[in-house]
């Protein structure tokens, strides 16, 4: 099976890479994802050892900030069921899971972020779902060649 590539948003804010850089192990699981294609991206595309895009959004200058690796396949979430978190879905149950997640592991910061701009200027990434209007999934499928080029643009220093 082949290793696929990434694109995963969080706000700085909320989850930043930093904090995925001082997580136990440099490891977190991807929890509160409640978009449907995002949870199947995980659910059913995503698998340990594929490559990751770690992409800061709702922040002052968006973008890629560095690179992670989904650690483990995904498992069923279970902040879904804890009427106490905000991520909580009455309709899911440990017995019939609605909501899933993959662990992620930080591989290495970029030397400089790889803002939305860049991105957008850049000819050879006009294909990547990130620039496009109206994209607005937390997880991403890209290419292996715009996750190189991406990842080329990040570690110029």
Same mark, same amino acid.
């Given at each position: 099976?082949?290793? +696929?590539? $990434?694109? &995963?948003?969080?706000?700085?804010?909320? @989850?930043? @890479?930093?904090?995925?850089?001082?997580?136990?192990?440099?490891?977190?699981? $991807? =929890?509160?994802?409640?978009?449907?294609?995002?949870?199947?991206?995980? /659910?059913?595309? &995503?698998?340990?050892?594929?490559?990751?895009?770690?992409?800061?959004?709702?922040?002052?200058?968006?973008?890629?900030?560095?690179?992670?690796?989904?650690?483990?396949?995904?498992?069923?979430?279970?902040?879904? $069921?804890?009427? +106490?978190? /905000?991520?909580?879905?009455?309709?899911?149950?440990?017995?019939?899971?609605? $909501?899933? &997640?993959?662990?992620?592991?930080? /591989?290495?910061? @970029?030397?400089?972020? %790889?803002?939305?701009?860049?991105? #957008?200027?850049?000819?050879?990434?006009?294909?990547? #779902?990130?620039?496009?209007?109206?994209?607005?999934?937390? %997880?991403?499928?890209?290419?292996? =060649? =715009?996750?190189? /080029? %991406?990842?080329? &643009?990040?570690? +110029?220093?």
């Amino acid at each position: 099976m082949s290793r +696929k590539y $990434w694109l &995963m948003k969080s706000e700085p804010g909320s @989850f930043s @890479f930093d904090d995925l850089r001082a997580s136990p192990g440099a490891t977190t699981c $991807w =929890e509160g994802v409640r978009n449907y294609q995002s949870r199947n991206f995980m /659910r059913d595309d &995503m698998k340990k050892g594929d490559r990751v895009l770690f992409y800061h959004s709702s922040c002052e200058e968006p973008g890629v900030v560095g690179i992670a690796e989904v650690s483990r396949d995904a498992y069923p979430d279970p902040t879904a $069921w804890d009427p +106490k978190s /905000r991520y909580y879905d009455p309709k899911s149950s440990p017995d019939v899971p609605v $909501w899933f &997640m993959v662990d992620i592991t930080c /591989r290495e910061p @970029f030397k400089r972020a %790889v803002t939305l701009q860049a991105l #957008k200027d850049a000819p050879e990434l006009s294909a990547m #779902k990130v620039v496009q209007k109206g994209q607005r999934l937390s %997880v991403q499928p890209v290419t292996q =060649e =715009e996750f190189d /080029r %991406v990842c080329e &643009m990040g570690m +110029k220093g």
